[in-house]
């Protein structure tokens, strides 16, 4: 059975012992020799006869009596950096050395590169290594340790706008692909001495750095164990995306409700770290993941924090509210037309019924079919490009639900219900995913169990979410009666919220001393500003 | 393996028990024919009855093209004679395509003949079966249950569901005129209480029907002896309370009045006096002026006293008539026993098993209080005298 199949699969590679794939790291353990000539082949026949490696040799000495070489990927390497700061002030070097004991590889290192970061090494796998990830890799013939400096400088994009999570009002910045930017973007906005950015690199292949980011004091010191143990124990060859990541560190993997947060901003970032949460950035993504995630997660965005609190609790409220219209209205037709007539008001009842007559399938097929034409009709507009996208939308909502229902295929109120469900599901990103399939659990369970169904779905739902952990930390934390309400269903304005969430933070628990409300002004300064009107 | 195993079969099983189940009780729309109206009339033989369902007609709408869509406009009738009602019904079932809904039941029509036999049997399947709800309105037909059914509203064409919606306006006014099943069957429980439920009359004009309530229908125990007019239910509704605003029109010598009276406070308190149990009767109000015609010449607070006067008369005998009237019917529409059981309930054993004797010996001390709060926009008319009393 395919079933059985893929469970023993799944056991026998819980079982089985971390093992080394790759020949070339193997190979990488040697130790470099003194003879130029056969480093050089070595790093050829490593790499290949890619054309972006680039060897570099030269000569340098008083008679030009010393030769060395320099490896690089073109294209990784800044060659401005490599001419000034490596090659001119190693050849235009006058100074006399006699022989190699004289001239040793520190001395170079200390008096004669002009380079920031520099380090030695003997083995051939951290040369490839520093190599393939932008640095150039100095040797010199007659010794057995190689240069390796750092000079990375590749294509990258610019800070811009992010596509996800726009906001009209709050910062606009958004993560890039490229690791160092966005630590920096994070440090900018924590230039707290406490922030730790801890480097990893994960993957076989890809080599990809990934760095976890937390505040020490804040941020529980078990849940970044649990995490670095995590990290440190995926074994796969590539990691292209923090997507990646995120399915070998999540705690349910079964579960169709995501327990990783994930956000292209900045500043959300900065504000999850800040409430005790660690970062993982992944180079090559503009995608953060926040660990530990609770529920309610998904229904914060940042501009909550950044309006007035009333709205803020006002929309938050609106978009739980949402996710209930988007999760239950269809399934509640469902089961209301098709088993419990008797609680659709009279009036209703008749047009619905109007409506209903003459359609040829059964409510839930018909909801079926309504419901995956608009995934489609999403998934289609998405992968289009935007200009094709919007005449997409226009032929697949205007053209084909209005003949639809002048055809008779479906019911009108079917088609208000399923759109008011689509509309709705978007108003919460980060949930789109789990409530699109929870929305077809539902009207499955509805349509064959009517309002029982629905009730047991409920159910179930609240089990799963009430069970599942992310990190040690319960899913729907916020949700139970704790100091953690300020900031769930409602947002607190922000002077009372003097305390980090409970579940999630170490040691430093107040974000300040007191509750101190916004001072009233002075009787003094409101008589100046009446005087000032008045003239 | 094993943890993994349990799960997938778990999930399985669950599944199989959806499937294996099918969807039990599953009724699609347009499976269903949803009865909007139920009549029962007395039939030639004694025994049975002459069942009367009005079942709207769904027009199927395919897309935009029909205006009808909103209101399931048209309606057909089903006659079935049988011994009960439920079997009629079903009966009734093997002749059309659909199974009968009852759940949108809006209106339960009883006959007048048949009400005259007696409704008391009939009432059982209503409190028992459970598509059948205690909020339907009740009615008594002046004529016969199909009639009324079979009528064509001018703006509802389906006089079911026109009829309900009738009701519950009046009902607003006139609490007294709407009975729902549950108020008629817990009426019945109460011994000493003879219900009351509307009467409906058709008058067919031209195609088109007219249907209005023309009164109450007085039950004793569960026949029909006798009816109020409209007046009378007035004069009834006093006493009942429950009632927001009622028109209330005086004629004195000097002219005309039509006013409303408002904010009715009222207690009743059984009593025992000299010679025996008595009723008395505290009632206030507010008078509102609405309209005055005559009265020239006048003082504006000598038209008040007037009117307050007469205000008071006229009450107490619209009151004392209805209650004279149902005195001569010995039918306790008031529920003035269960007033004496809530006061006196050591007694009232006694007193139950008399009542029919004691009821139409009853009688009623009426202390009337009514006070003019409101002149609407003016105080004077154009023909009064400008000058008012100080106080005023």
Request: net charge negative; aromatic share 8%; hydrophobic share 40%.
């Amino acid at each position: 059975m395919v079933f059985r199949y893929i469970s023993r699969k799944i056991v026998s590679a819980q079982n089985r012992n971390k093992v080394n794939h790759d020949a070339i790291l193997e190979n990488g353990g040697l130790a470099i020799s003194k003879n130029l000539e056969e480093n050089l082949d070595f790093i050829k026949s490593a790499i290949g006869e890619s054309q972006d490696l680039k060897i570099h040799e030269f000569a340098f000495g008083e008679h030009n009596q010393f030769s060395g070489a320099l490896v690089y990927i073109d294209g990784l390497v800044n060659t401005i950096q490599i001419t000034e700061s490596i090659l001119k002030p190693i050849v235009s070097n006058r100074k006399k050395y006699k022989s190699l004991e004289e001239l040793t590889i520190s001395e170079i290192r200390r008096s004669i590169l002009c380079s920031g970061s520099v380090t030695e090494s003997n083995l051939f796998s951290q040369i490839l290594d520093g190599c393939l990830s932008g640095s150039t890799v100095m040797l010199l013939d007659g010794f057995s340790k190689g240069l390796i400096i750092n000079t990375e400088m590749w294509e990258k994009r610019d800070v811009t706008e992010p596509q996800t999570e726009t906001v009209i009002r709050g910062p606009r910045e958004g993560f890039t692909e490229n690791l160092r930017t966005n630590t920096t973007l994070l440090r900018r906005r924590i230039k707290s001495p406490k922030l730790r950015m801890d480097h990893m690199t994960i993957g076989h292949k890809t080599a990809t750095n990934v760095c976890i980011a937390y505040i020490e004091g804040v941020a529980r010191p078990e849940i970044i164990e649990l995490l670095r143990t995590r990290l440190d124990s995926i074994d796969v060859d590539a990691v292209l995306d923090s997507g990646y990541i995120e399915e070998y560190i999540e705690e349910s993997p079964f579960s169709i409700f995501s327990t990783v947060g994930y956000s292209e901003k900045p500043d959300v970032i900065a504000s999850k770290i800040l409430e005790g949460r660690i970062a993982i950035i992944s180079d090559g993504s503009p995608f953060v993941l926040t660990v530990p995630m609770l529920f309610i997660e998904s229904f914060q965005t940042a501009e909550d924090y950044y309006v007035r609190a009333f709205y803020a609790s006002i929309t938050r409220l609106m978009r739980i509210f949402c996710f209930f219209i988007a999760v239950f209205v269809v399934p509640i037709f469902i089961a209301l037309s098709t088993y419990h007539q008797e609680l659709i008001p009279t009036t209703l009842l008749f047009t619905v019924a109007t409506a209903r007559e003459g359609t040829p399938f059964p409510a839930l097929f018909e909801a079926l079919v309504l419901v995956i034409s608009f995934e489609i009709l999403r998934e289609a507009g998405l992968r289009l490009p935007r200009a094709v996208g919007q005449a997409m939308s226009i032929v697949g909502a205007l053209i084909v639900g209005d003949a639809a229902v002048s055809a008779g295929l479906v019911g009108a109120p079917m088609v208000i219900v399923v759109a008011i469900t689509a509309v709705a599901g978007f108003i919460i990103p980060s949930q789109t995913d789990s409530i699109s399939m929870l929305r077809i659990i539902m009207m499955i369970l509805a349509a064959f169990l009517g309002g029982f169904g629905i009730a047991i779905g409920f159910l179930g739902m609240l089990v799963q979410l009430a069970t599942m952990t992310s990190f040690g930390v319960p899913y729907f934390g916020a949700v139970m009666f704790s100091r953690d309400q300020q900031d769930s269903f409602i947002r607190m304005p922000l002077w009372i919220m003097e305390k980090r969430p409970k579940n999630i933070v170490y040691k430093d628990k107040q974000r300040k001393e007191v509750i101190i409300p916004p001072v009233k002004s002075d009787e003094n300064v409101k008589q100046k500003g009446q005087d000032n009107f008045d003239e | 393996m094993n943890k993994y195993n349990r799960r997938i079969y778990l999930i399985i099983i669950l599944i199989i028990n959806f499937i294996l189940t099918g969807c039990w009780d599953n009724n699609e729309l347009d499976t269903i024919s949803i009865v909007t109206g139920l009549g029962i009339d007395a039939a030639e033989n004694d025994d049975e009855i002459d069942l009367t369902l009005q079942v709207s007609k769904i027009k199927g709408t395919t897309g935009y093209e029909k205006g009808a869509v909103g209101q399931g406009s048209s309606f057909f009738v089903m006659e079935a004679t049988d011994s009960g009602i439920l079997s009629g019904i079903d009966k009734l079932e093997k002749q059309i395509p659909r199974s009968i809904f009852l759940h949108h039941n809006q209106v339960i029509i009883f006959g007048k003949e048949q009400a005259k036999k007696g409704i008391k049997k009939y009432m059982d399947v209503f409190i028992r079966e459970h598509q059948m709800r205690m909020e339907t309105w009740v009615l008594i037909s002046d004529s016969t249950a199909k009639d009324i059914l079979t009528a064509t509203m001018e703006q509802e064409e389906n006089s079911a569901i026109g009829l309900s919606k009738m009701i519950y306006s009046e009902s607003r006014d006139y609490e007294v005129l709407s009975t729902k099943l549950i108020d008629l069957t817990s009426k019945m429980m109460e011994k000493t209480t003879s219900p009351v439920i509307p009467i409906v009359t058709v008058n067919s004009e031209n195609g088109n029907s007219e249907a209005e309530i023309s009164g109450l229908a007085i039950l004793k125990e569960d026949k029909y002896i006798g009816e109020l007019d409209l007046e009378r239910v007035r004069g009834y509704s006093w006493i009942m309370g429950n009632c927001r605003e009622i028109p209330f029109n005086i004629k004195t010598e000097h002219g005309y009045a039509d006013t409303s009276i408002s904010n009715i406070k009222l207690k009743n308190k059984p009593k025992f006096g000299a010679d025996g149990p008595f009723i008395s009767i505290d009632f206030k109000g507010d008078v509102s002026i609405r309209e005055i015609q005559g009265f020239e010449d006048m003082k504006t607070n000598e038209i008040f006293a007037i009117l307050q006067r007469s205000c008071v008369e006229q009450l107490k005998k619209e009151i004392l008539d209805c209650f004279n009237y149902s005195k001569n019917l010995n039918a306790d529409i008031y529920g003035f026993g269960t007033e004496f059981y809530r006061k006196y309930p050591k007694n009232f054993e006694k007193l139950r098993e008399y009542w029919d004797e004691i009821y139409p010996e009853l009688d009623m001390e009426i202390d009337i209080n009514l006070e003019i709060t409101d002149t609407g926009k003016v105080l004077n008319s154009l023909y009064m005298e400008e000058k008012t009393d100080e106080n005023r």
